[in-house]
């Protein structure tokens, strides 16, 4: 699961993009215009950005060439979408620093894999360890350290932690939990989550009130 930006003005083709990612178990916001998107980002830095290249206020290779300038998206992945069909213009788009190029139209499936091999590549080395407050994931000994000491996890409950750290301040839902911890959408399930989230907030002491319940959605670790 990848948090995904979409930045297209044209409606029909933004939700056909969403509803594809969606479909695809991604967590996904869309925008129709560079200043949506850059406001976004100021709060939240997204794993992949599709990006379409006309724009009402701004051209994506304007966009990916500020991305390019900033520290914190410098190496933001970014899948450039256009009618534009030229080789000089997916050259262009390349050189300016997107990472790839999808000409319009195109089908869900060639979105949908485009996307798969981008965070592949651009995950190919998986974070070390989190940090959030006193609480230290290690993932290469695959241990919960807090406030120094080592605490023992099942190893669903260090797949639930670790899933809710990797979207700190993202609301997930209990059957997007399911789907990325138990392999599962089996609503009837959801039970599983929140006795999971029970013994892991007990386990966290103090720290697991980070954990926060959205009531009739899910929860969320902030």
Do not use: C
């Not at 998206?73 to 009618?83: D, E, G, N, Y």
């Amino acid at each position: 699961m990848a948090l995904i930006y979409i930045v297209e003005d044209d409606e029909s083709i933004r939700e056909i993009e969403e509803i594809s990612l969606k479909n695809s178990n991604h967590i996904v916001f869309s925008f129709e215009n560079a200043k949506d998107f850059y406001n976004k980002l100021e709060d939240v830095l997204p794993d992949l950005v599709v990006l379409d290249v006309m724009l009402p206020d701004e051209n994506g290779y304007e966009i990916v060439r500020k991305l390019r300038r900033q520290p914190s998206t410098k190496k933001l992945p970014v899948i450039m979408v256009t009618a534009k069909t030229t080789e000089l213009d997916m050259i262009k788009g390349l050189d300016d620093g997107a990472d790839d190029y999808i000409k319009k139209p195109f089908s869900v499936i060639e979105l949908i894999t485009r996307i798969k091999a981008l965070l592949r590549r651009t995950n190919d080395e998986e974070v070390k360890s989190l940090t959030l407050g006193t609480i230290t994931l290690d993932n290469e000994r695959r241990i919960l350290i807090l406030a120094g000491t080592s605490i023992e996890l099942t190893y669903k409950e260090y797949e639930l932690l670790k899933l809710l750290m990797m979207n700190q301040g993202i609301v997930l839902s209990r059957e997007v939990i399911m789907q990325n911890v138990w392999g599962t959408d089996f609503e009837g399930e959801s039970r599983t989550v929140d006795m999971h989230i029970k013994t892991l907030r007990q386990k966290l002491e103090k720290e697991g009130t980070r954990i926060r319940t959205v009531r009739n959605v899910g929860y969320v670790m902030e």
